[in-house]
């Protein structure tokens, strides 16, 4: 009976929003932290990112391309921790146990951010391929 009544707990208290603004911030820091600490592709996708900044940095690209840039980061970013945030409540749902939906559900998140991944691909040739391409027509 003690355990239901904890478990109630819980779930009224998961239903809450933050008063505090600094804890709301806290709480979104942690979601990041844990997401980088636990996703191979959000870590993947930052070496990408940080590879690309400083090729556009060397590259001198105009800050309205360093703008297009960073939102495409930003993007794919976000959609990996929403892709994440899914998996995990999926992964809470059903267990250990099979579920058509809960595949679906998984593969669409994760095809979301597939796209998203391959627009930034394109982006990335549209900023970049035009500068490198002067670079060997100098050489």
């Given at each position: ?20 603004v ?44 360093y ?22 409540i999926?992964?809470l ?47």
């Amino acid at each position: 009976m003690q355990k239901k009544i904890n478990s109630l707990k819980n779930r009224i208290e998961s239903y809450k929003t933050s008063s505090n603004v600094l804890k709301s911030f806290k709480y979104a820091f942690n979601g990041i932290s844990y997401v980088l600490k636990t996703s191979r592709n959000f870590k993947i996708q930052l070496i990408f990112a940080v590879t690309s900044l400083i090729i556009s940095f060397l590259l001198q690209i105009s800050i309205s391309n360093y703008v297009i840039l960073i939102a495409t980061i930003m993007s794919v970013l976000i959609l990996e921790i929403l892709n994440t945030s899914i998996e995990s409540i999926i992964d809470l749902v059903v267990k250990k146990e099979f579920s058509s939906l809960a595949k679906i559900s998984k593969d669409a998140s994760a095809g979301a951010v597939l796209l998203a991944s391959i627009n930034s691909v394109i982006i990335a040739v549209y900023i970049f391929f035009p500068k490198i391409k002067l670079l060997f027509e100098s050489i």
